[in-house]
């Protein structure tokens, strides 16, 4: 079975931008968490969904959003890039509610 | 202060040796604990996961949880060098094991 595959592995964006992150979880798993990853503050959870509902939410500003299709494909938005956004964004998907999650490879975004 | 605190490291150590990782956390309501490796330039892998104050092994592998003390560990027996790695311990609040809070991880290295 393919693992969860992020897109695209690299990206390079200027301050003011606005950046989209596509995932797509394990086939038949439901739940798609994104996380941020910076050699500062480690790994942080930005936020979850499921069956197209965001379930939760970490301590972001409303500049990261996300959404989740019906196939459970997830994308997430950055608009207004700062330089502090230049990160490893991963993205991990689960089958159920408890169900352990298994992380795709990441995005790394860079901000110039 | 972070929720989840974790030595950075670098830890190395000789092949063969007994390697101890440890994670220390403030929050008692954190439930379900989790040991992920992340090998450079990937997203982190699951290594184990427990719920309960105790020992759970699983091969060379581990993990104690006391909760008492907000303390958990994961032991590597006869380490290898293919165990160099970031080690990072997650916890979660809720049944469902999502929105994982993550120490900052150790970077461990295993010398032949």
């Not at chain 1, 500062?40 to 500003?61: A, I, V």
């Not at chain 2, 992920?36 to 092994?57: A, D, F, I, V």
């Not at chain 2, 091969?59 to 380490?79: C, E, H, N, P, W």
Request: hydrophobic share 25%.
């Amino acid at each position: 079975k393919a693992g969860v595959t992020q897109t695209p592995r690299y990206l390079i964006k200027t301050r003011g931008q606005q950046v989209t992150l596509s995932c797509s979880p394990i086939s038949g798993h439901r739940s798609v968490s994104w996380y941020q990853q910076t050699p500062g503050q480690g790994l942080q959870f930005l936020f979850e969904y499921f069956s197209e509902t965001q379930r939760n939410k970490g301590n972001f500003p409303g500049r990261f959003s996300g959404r989740q299709f019906s196939n459970s494909r997830s994308e997430m938005n950055v608009s207004t890039l700062e330089l502090g956004d230049s990160a490893l964004y991963l993205c991990a998907s689960s089958y159920r509610d408890s169900d352990t999650q298994y992380f795709g490879p990441g995005t790394r975004l860079t901000v110039l | 202060q972070k929720e989840v605190e974790q030595d950075p490291g670098p830890l190395s150590v000789p092949e063969g040796a007994i390697v101890s990782l440890n994670c220390t956390y403030s929050n008692s309501a954190f439930q379900y604990f989790m040991w992920y490796r992340q090998y450079s330039r990937k997203g982190p892998e699951l290594l184990m996961y427990t719920y309960s104050s105790g020992n759970k092994e699983d091969g060379r592998f581990t993990a104690q949880v006391d909760k008492s003390s907000k303390y958990i560990s994961l032991f590597i027996r006869d380490s290898q060098p293919s165990d160099s790695a970031t080690y990072l311990c997650a916890m979660s609040r809720d049944t469902g094991r999502r929105a994982l809070t993550f120490g900052s991880g150790t970077r461990l290295q295993v010398q032949p």
